[in-house]
């Protein structure tokens, strides 16, 4: 009797309750982390299937149902999921028609095949098993493609501009696990496919897939949630790489940017460290790219740059203090995370070093 499937199932409902009720980084926005959580049951309900299935186990039809019905769901989903955590925007509405589609098509072919087949039977008796396997070859393609468009969110160099030191790190090591994904799916499909002209090979896509796979979908789904570095790039634009907003529907950003400005200085927003992008989008009500407009188009720099323009401001006057702090003190005070971060922001901004213009300041008071 093969046990990895059934610990497979109990991992995976253990990982959907991680992810519903445990404290964590997804946001306040309960639909992000419900697409994660079906994806994780899905999977567990497959592993459920497969290891009753192995072991020619009675299984009542509608879970045998469902784990036929959503398997095709799985990417989709779990593209969904990344999609907006990381707050992009496109329309799904084809994607949608096509899922209905194909599953109306899966639930006629279920009822037809379902009377024929004994799941107590081996599945290489079945007439139909060819069908089935066709099917979960088609799924499988259709779950890498999406799975490698949520890989793509990584992508773009761009994307990191406003992350911090620690978080380039996380965003590397989520950025190799989502590449990994796809290859793991990939390898799975490849395996489906050979299974396809050989039935021998079946038992080890019943034994070791679904552990496996689990146990990798575990350390991606924890490194999701507790580095979440798509909710702190949000949907990232930098002037230079993206000159103009010809599909925006944002087309007088001047009013929208005075909102920002006022609610940045009056609040000083700029002295936490933790400012992103979606900060100031959730303040406002805005979408984020909105905002990465409206900053692009009416100061020509890039939101990084705008924010590090206050802290630089805040750091001159400190740094001209009868007795001022120490540098990594200043740059930590006024919204740096690093001493580095701040020699380089205020070298970009002033071409001049911290030292340098608190010295060269500081001659020419002595000369007046």
């Known amino acids: 009797m093969s046990v990895f499937p059934i610990l497979s199932f109990i991992l995976g409902i253990f990982l959907t309750f991680f992810i519903f009720f445990t404290k964590n980084n997804l946001g306040k926005k309960n639909y992000v982390r419900y697409f994660l959580g079906a994806v994780t049951f899905i999977y567990s309900l497959l592993s459920l299937d497969t290891f009753t299935t192995a072991n020619k186990f009675k299984l009542p039809v509608y879970v045998w149902f469902f784990s036929f019905l959503l398997f095709s769901l799985v990417g989709f989903l779990f593209y969904?999921?990344?999609?907006?955590?990381?707050?992009?925007?496109?329309?799904?509405?084809?994607?949608?028609?096509?899922?209905?589609?194909?599953?109306?098509?899966?639930?006629?072919?279920?009822?037809?095949?379902?009377?024929?087949?004994?799941?107590?039977?081996?599945?290489?008796?079945?007439k139909y098993l060819k069908f089935f396997e066709i099917e979960f070859i088609l799924s499988s393609?259709?779950?890498?493609?999406?799975?490698?468009?949520?890989?793509?969110?990584?992508?773009?160099?761009?994307?990191?501009?406003?992350?911090?030191d620690k978080n380039h790190v996380y965003f590397h090591w989520i950025n190799l696990l989502l590449k990994a994904n796809v290859l793991l799916v990939f390898a799975i499909l490849l395996e489906a496919i050979f299974a396809f002209f050989d039935a021998s090979l079946f038992p080890i896509l019943f034994k070791i897939e679904p552990i496996f796979y689990t146990i990798f979908f575990f350390v991606l789904v924890y490194s999701l949630m507790y580095f979440p570095v798509f909710a702190l790039t949000?949907?990232?634009?930098?002037?230079?790489?993206?000159?103009?907003?010809?599909?925006?529907?944002?087309?007088?950003?001047?009013?929208?940017?005075?909102?920002?400005?006022?609610?940045?200085?009056?609040?000083?927003?700029?002295?936490?460290?933790?400012?992103?992008?979606?900060?100031?989008?959730?303040?406002?009500?805005?979408?984020?790219?909105y905002v990465s407009q409206a900053i692009n188009e009416n100061k020509k720099m890039s939101f990084s740059d705008y924010i590090n323009s206050f802290r630089i401001e805040e750091a001159k006057k400190k740094l001209l203090q009868e007795n001022p702090d120490t540098i990594f003190a200043i740059a930590i005070d006024v919204g740096f995370n690093s001493k580095a971060a701040f020699y380089n922001a205020f070298k970009k901004l002033t071409n001049t070093t911290p030292t340098q213009y608190r010295k060269e300041n500081l001659a020419k008071a002595e000369v007046f």
Request: aromatic share 14%; proline share 3%; charged share 25%.
């Open 80 to 126: 969904a999921f990344t999609k907006n955590l990381a707050q992009k925007h496109s329309d799904d509405k084809k994607w949608i028609l096509f899922f209905s589609l194909f599953s109306v098509l899966k639930i006629v072919f279920f009822i037809y095949a379902s009377s024929y087949i004994d799941k107590t039977a081996p599945l290489s008796d079945s």
């Open 141 to 164: 393609m259709i779950n890498l493609y999406f799975f490698y468009k949520s890989a793509q969110f990584f992508k773009r160099k761009n994307a990191v501009i406003d992350l911090e």
């Open 234 to 289: 949000g949907d990232h634009e930098d002037v230079d790489t993206i000159p103009k907003y010809k599909n925006s529907k944002l087309h007088n950003s001047s009013e929208l940017f005075d909102r920002i400005d006022s609610l940045v200085t009056s609040e000083k927003l700029y002295l936490s460290y933790k400012l992103k992008l979606n900060v100031i989008a959730e303040r406002l009500k805005c979408p984020v790219p």
